[in-house]
């Protein structure tokens, strides 16, 4: 995993993204949300930032075993 | 039956060049994996063998298995650069490691096993006065609590370490250092095979290729672990699974304050001795560099974690160009070596960047992990201290502030202050 295509600028250099958190499980209360972390191995949603390119924030799914990524998307779930 | 282990001395030594062939044998027993035991280790890697270790000779709990799903000391103990310390700023931390630290010490003798411990010292540089200060703090924490720490200044620094050259040019000029002097380097794979050595000859089986899959629980108890060679009953099991934490904890249906992290780390071709201390820099914009010299010859090194979740243990390129970046910086004479190898390790980053020793789920199942990219250091006082929370039942006064309970109540250990982020600690 060295590249990720960003939605707006296309595939850039990973060096360019910043990963941000996680996306916490829904619905939970407030601590649930900030620690605790269910690890599927094999499917994790986050939120990356493009802070070297357009800024933008997104969603990615990834494959946490593999490196695969299997989806990056705008935070309103635009490809 | 276990093999025979003689005792290691200049006399064995002796006795294996004059005997015939035949004299060494392995260094812990194979032994086939019984129904039912005392306490069930999983993963032998640094932390498992040394619970299993101290659970045999501190409480007489020798009916122990280690199960290990890959083969011993594959994991994290092999992977990381050997550096341990005691250099933290909160309590809580630097009293764990220190007792830790004095284990080391010692522990050659202790295990009769040489783990070459090396007190070459550990330096952390401060490139800025602000950091300078925040050095002093930190040694001045140390020094409340009998820890040794001497903050050096450009020209001490100069006389301890000539060849850092803190004198010379830089984009960022070195302002200091903190020194712990008894802080160094372990031979990281002696500590696994002494460990195992030392367990195996105390009674403790150890079986590899023997993966565990699930816990079998009635009530609030668990009875003993499904693995890939079948049901093993268990009166209590310790998860010492390190990188693999996340998914023990999804086995187990308990959400943790983990995410699993990749740090990598890379070793030069040998060459002559040419750097003799451990050295820690961050740069400002461009991360981290850690450096040491093995005994053989090679640099190695490695830097921040690579910054977001992964299992695959592949680093990313642009981490390792940071850290060749730094140190040429550090060192510019080395900027011509080859790398001869890169490798990286999982870490079950925490989200306050302190370890978890401390019951889960069931009140006969234990977790020692949590180890962030420091479990190498930690490996002695937690074993020592993990068996005596497994055998006694209650939790030792040094591993308080590891229970898991901290996130609940918000008496989190924040070593660095980065907030409930594990890439960020």
């Known amino acids: 995993m060295n590249t990720l295509r960003c939605p707006f600028c296309g595939v850039r250099d990973l060096g360019e993204f910043e990963f941000r958190t996680i996306l916490p499980p829904a619905g939970s209360d407030a601590i649930k949300q900030v620690y605790d972390r269910t690890e599927s191995g094999d499917r994790s949603v986050e939120h990356w930032q493009h802070v070297g390119g357009c800024r933008a924030w997104l969603e990615v799914e990834r494959n946490p075993s593999s490196g695969e990524v299997l989806d990056a998307l705008t935070l309103g779930g635009q490809p | ?425």
Request: glycine fraction near 12%; aromatic fraction near 8%.
């Open chain 2, 1 to 425: 039956m276990a093999h025979p282990k003689p005792h290691y001395s200049a006399w064995s030594l002796l006795r294996a060049r004059l005997a015939p062939s035949g004299y060494w044998q392995p260094l812990w027993g194979t032994r086939a994996l019984r129904e039912a035991y005392d306490v069930v280790v999983v993963g032998a890697g640094g932390h498992g063998l040394a619970t299993a270790y101290h659970l045999a000779r501190d409480h007489g709990i020798t009916r122990t298995a280690v199960l290990e799903k890959n083969l011993l000391g594959l994991g994290n103990v092999g992977r990381n650069t050997t550096v341990v310390r005691s250099n933290y700023l909160l309590p809580a931390n630097h009293h764990f490691y220190e007792d830790s630290l004095r284990r080391w010490r010692r522990l050659s003798r202790d295990l009769n096993y040489n783990v070459m411990y090396s007190p070459r010292g550990v330096l952390d540089l401060a490139l800025s006065d602000g950091e300078m200060a925040t050095l002093a703090r930190r040694g001045n924490a140390m020094r409340l609590s009998g820890i040794d720490a001497e903050l050096l200044d450009r020209a001490a620094l100069a006389r301890f370490a000539p060849e850092i050259d803190p004198y010379r040019e830089r984009r960022f000029p070195i302002v200091g250092a903190l020194l712990q002097p008894r802080g160094g380097t372990v031979r990281h794979d002696a500590v696994a095979w002494g460990y195992a050595r030392a367990a195996s000859a105390l009674g403790v089986d150890i079986v590899e290729h023997c993966e565990v899959t699930g816990v079998r629980a009635q009530g609030i108890a668990a009875v003993g672990v499904e693995t890939s060679r079948g049901f093993v009953r268990a009166e209590r099991i310790v998860f010492a699974t390190a990188g693999s934490t996340g998914l023990v904890g999804r086995m187990l249906g308990v959400p943790l304050p983990i995410e699993t992290h990749q740090l990598q780390a890379l070793v030069t071709e040998p060459v002559k001795p040419l750097l003799n201390t451990v050295v820690v820099s961050v740069f400002p914009g461009h991360g981290e560099t850690y450096i040491c010299q093995s005994d053989r010859g090679g640099l190695v090194m490695g830097g921040h974690l690579d910054g977001f979740p992964s299992l695959t243990r592949i680093g990313r390129w642009d981490r390792m160009e940071d850290v060749v970046a730094g140190a040429v910086d550090l060192l510019p004479g080395i900027g011509s070596l080859k790398v001869l190898r890169q490798w990286a390790g999982t870490n079950d980053m925490t989200m306050d960047g302190s370890p978890i020793i401390d019951r889960i789920r069931y009140e006969n199942v234990f977790l020692n992990a949590g180890w962030c990219y420091g479990g190498f250091k930690a490996i002695p006082a937690s074993g020592a201290a993990c068996a005596s929370l497994v055998a006694t039942g209650t939790t030792p006064d040094l591993i308080e502030g590891f229970r898991l309970s901290r996130f609940q109540s918000g008496r989190v250990l924040d070593e660095r202050g980065a907030g409930p982020f594990p890439a960020l600690q």
